[in-house]
Every structure is written in C-alpha cells, then in structure tokens.
T-cell receptor, first 114, second 114 residues
Framework: DAGVTQSPTHLIKTRGQQVTLRCSPK?????VSWYQQALGQGPQFIFQ???????QRGNFPDRFSGHQFPNYSSELNVNALLLGDSALYLC?????????????FGPGTRLTVT | AQSVTQLDSQVPVFEEAPVELRCNYS??????LFWYVQYPNQGLQLLLK??????LVKGINGFEAEFNKSQTSFHLRKPSVHISDTAEYFC????????????FGDGTTLTVKP
C-alpha cells in the first residue's frame, strides 16, 4: 500500500518564477492538506482540498494556489516566488473531514529560491 | 486562533534514560492534540493523539502523553529511550470544529546519546 508521495524531491527556482508541486494521497484517502515548513520551524498550514474544492486556508497570500483532481491527487502552485518561499513543502492526506482524523504525511518537496 | 509552544528546542539524553518533551497550547475553542515525529529527510509520522476519554494516551514506539486541560499541556514521555528515537518531535492541535487547520509547535530535537 503506497503512502503519500510527492514530486519532485528537490527543486531550485529563481525569484519571480512560478513552481508546481505534486502530491498523490495514500490509497483510500480523499482529502489533501498542504503545509510549509521553514528551516527550524514547525509546519504551517497552507490549505486543504476535499471534493476538488479548497475547504480551509491558512494565512498565505493568493500567490499560493492549489488544485485537486478527480483521482484525489493535488497540486500546489506558487507564483512570483520570493526568497522567503524557500522551505520544505509537505503534503498530508486523510479520509474525509471528520475531526480527529489522522493525517499521513509525504516526505516533502524541498524548494530553494535563489 | 490556536498556538502551540514546545518548551524545549533541544533535549539531549542518554540511552535507556527517561525523557519528557513538553508542549503547552493556547486555544479559545476545544482542540484535539497530536504528537508527530520527523526523522531526517522524511515526512511526519503520527506518534499518538488525544481526542477524548482517558487523559493518558499511549502511542507507538513506547511513547505516551498526558493531556492536562487545566494547565493546557500535552507532554510526551518515554520511560527508556533508544538511539533510534533521535529525531524531531512536533506537538500539534486541531480545533474540534475545523478539522483542516492543524497548528504545530516549532519542534523539539531529541538526541539520544550512547
């Protein structure tokens, strides 16, 4: 049973560019959440997708957008990259929106903006 | 809004010694509580969670945590640590009514020395 997978593993971009990160949820899961983890900090919630709609959003600018596909996989897009966007981006999947659900995390995508 | 404070950024301990990683939280609404572990270059793995019921929660790898509502704490303990427990540990809370938005602490680095 494959867990949560993310691609690419590492990515280097230049300021002002755009980037797309991808996530495939654990088999049987239909909800995907994205987190940004800066060096030395805990993950910060970006947004959550369920039934192909953004359901929750954290305190991130509109430069951060996402999408969920019918097969439950998801993309995170970041436009106009800033140096401060350099971080580990984690995808987490779960089943539904029930409180207390367990999130399964992927290994993350390390984004470096130069 | 919620906030999570992990009181120790680094905890060094000798193998087979007991350990406690401290977590305090603040929230205006009821929350569920979680502890995650992150090994180098990997995603987060759930250690244990408190949803309701007994305030002493047992998790994987011999870890346990106690929920103290009056002190708004959720400290993680292990009676005897192993070298393999060396990792980053994160405490997190999720509101009962907002399942998607988990708030994480900044993590505690546990280093187990031989």
């Amino acid at each position: 049973d494959a867990g949560v997978t993310q691609s690419p593993t590492h990515l280097i971009k230049t300021r002002g560019q755009q980037v797309t990160l991808r996530c495939s949820p654990k088999s049987g899961h239909d909800t995907v959440s994205w987190y940004q983890q800066a060096l030395g900090q805990g993950p910060q919630f970006i947004f959550q997708y369920y039934e192909e709609e953004e359901r929750q959003r954290g305190n991130f600018p509109d430069r951060f957008s996402g999408h969920q596909f019918p097969n439950y996989s998801s993309e995170l897009n970041v436009n106009a990259l800033l140096l401060g966007d350099s971080a580990l981006y984690l995808c987490a999947s779960s089943l539904g929106l029930a409180p207390g659900y367990e999130q399964y995390f992927g290994p993350g995508t390390r984004l470096t903006v130069t | 809004a919620q906030s999570v404070t992990q009181l120790d950024s680094q905890v060094p301990v000798f193998e087979e010694a007991p350990v406690e990683l401290r977590c305090n939280y603040s929230s205006s609404v009821s929350v569920y509580l979680f502890w995650y572990v992150q090994y180098p270059n990997q995603g987060l793995q759930l250690l244990l969670k408190y949803l309701s019921g007994s305030t002493l929660v047992k998790g994987i790898n011999g870890f346990e945590a106690e929920f103290n509502k009056s002190q708004t704490s959720f400290h993680l303990r292990k009676p005897s640590v192993h070298i393999s427990d060396t990792a980053e540990y994160f405490c997190a809370v999720t509101p009962h009514t907002n399942a998607g938005k988990s708030t994480f602490g900044d993590g505690t680095t546990l280093t187990v020395k031989p």
